[in-house]
């Protein structure tokens, strides 16, 4: 059995391997030198695990590609792996997230991308579909880019129905329960101070939204001020800040094994985006946000630095791993849910998105 991390940078691609329950990780790369990889998955529900990469090209610009054999060719589709339909009157921006879709639909996957939109695969990846009902939703037009561009960021496949979720910065969480045709905003208790209305129906810069592993209905948020929690999908969502060094950050991770387990990487808020006082932690619940500890004993002080949105995952092992880039080029893993972290890479470019999964 091999673990496998792939980091995806503002200049290509690396891949970590770990042999020996993640002690320690061999790194190889750059895949993609030079291009921005802003989003990779590693669909493993394939009979040989598949790389999907969101590459920002300087020349050509956004697609998607892909690796059959972990990474050592790659492919895209030759009209381009997404493309707006001509009356959309929109280009694509930049493809902020790849998630395989659950183990019995094998050959679906979404993309989230910029500008706020979803896209659907049915061939693993290789060409998308505009899913319309949210393009065409009579909100979009009151969608605003956030500091980092607007942009679908998160998007949540429900493991037992059609449903799913998404959250996209500017506008807030969205869900749709009839397999992406309908979708309604669900983001009544997520604050957004610099609305006009500071609770808004939609509007809302939520940063990432992560599922807890006992209950589907119940989702953490790290929204731009606060981080929140719904037990019943998004209807409604409850501040679980208290206890946190601050409540702004980037990234949200539950475990996939141990219900109410979660983490976030708080940074002050909000135009500074360091971590309080230069010390880079992780704080996790046990308890579904109602109190936080902090860990993360080999993560470095004197760290000026952030962790973006998806710079920061689990894996599915239980005790779960956790890994952790930084802006700085600096990439943690921790085997043991985040008590201890060891360095896996430094002096790589801009992290900006890390997935881990294991290989037969």
Known sequence: MTDLLAIGTRKGLWLARSDDA??????EGPHLLAQEVAAVSIDTRRPAPRLLAGVQYGHWGPTVTWSDDLGSSWHETDSGAIRFPEDAGAALGRVWQL??????????????????????????????TLVRGLWDHPHRPDWAPGAGGGAVHTVLPDPDTDRVTVAMSTGGVYVSDDGATGWAPRNRGISAVFMP?????????????????????????????????????????????????????FPVA?????????????????????????????????DAGRSWNEVGAGLPDGAWTAVLRDAFCTDDHDPAGLYVGTRDG???ASADEGDTFTLVARHLPDVLVVRAARLP
């Open 254 to 286: 539950a475990s996939t094994s141990t219900p109410g387990t979660a983490w976030v990487v708080p940074l002050v808020a909000d135009m500074q985006r360091v971590p309080p006082d230069g010390r880079l932690r992780v704080h996790r619940t046990r």
């Open 99 to 128: 998630q395989p879709d659950i183990a019995g639909r094998p050959d679906v996957v979404w993309a989230g991308c910029e500008p706020q939109s979803l896209w659907r695969s049915t061939d693993g990846g290789c060409s998308f």
């Open 22 to 27: 993640r002690r320690t990780w061999t790194l």
């Open 330 to 332: 600096c990439v943690y």
């Open 197 to 249: 209305e500071p609770a808004p129906e939609y509007g809302q810069c939520v940063h990432k939204v992560a599922v807890d592993a006992g209950d589907p209905h119940r989702m953490y948020a790290q929204n731009h001020f606060g981080v929140f929690r719904t037990d019943d999908g998004g209807g409604s969502w409850t501040s679980i800040a208290e206890g946190l060094p601050a409540d702004f950050g």
